[in-house]
Nanobody, 124 residues
């Protein structure tokens, strides 16, 4: 099982980025996938989650509602986090993670595999 997060970069405030979480070694649509972020000196924060395809629910933390969207492409075994209207406070390393149980909603009981992280920097 592997998760590969990508798509981070440097963007100006108000800009957009789309993060990708490419999964291998398991069938993506059977599991919840979460996005987390960790800024320097801060605790890791749950940003978003998309449940297994059977459930179909999504979750966004209040600070990103209306700006971020999570989606999945099962054919590509990839989950996306579309981030619009980015703010300096969104600067962090973003990680994706796989929910433990099959058919899970958000949040899953726990996350058992994590990607390596991709840096997002929002600065003028």
């Amino acid at each position: 099982v592997q998760l590969q997060a990508s798509g981070g970069g440097l963007v100006q405030p108000g800009g957009s980025l789309r993060l990708s979480c490419a999964a291998s070694g398991f069938t993506l649509d059977y599991y919840a996938i979460g996005w987390f972020r960790q800024a320097p000196g801060k605790e890791r924060e749950g940003v978003s989650c998309i449940s297994s395809s059977d459930d179909g629910s999504t979750y966004l933390v209040d600070s990103v509602k209306g700006r971020f969207t999570i989606s999945r492409d099962n054919a590509k075994n990839t989950v996306y986090l579309q981030m619009n209207s980015l703010k300096p406070e969104d600067t962090a390393v973003y990680y994706c993670a796989k929910g433990f149980e099959v058919g899970s909603s958000c949040p899953p009981l726990t996350y058992d595999y994590w990607g390596q992280g991709t840096q997002v920097t929002v600065s003028s």
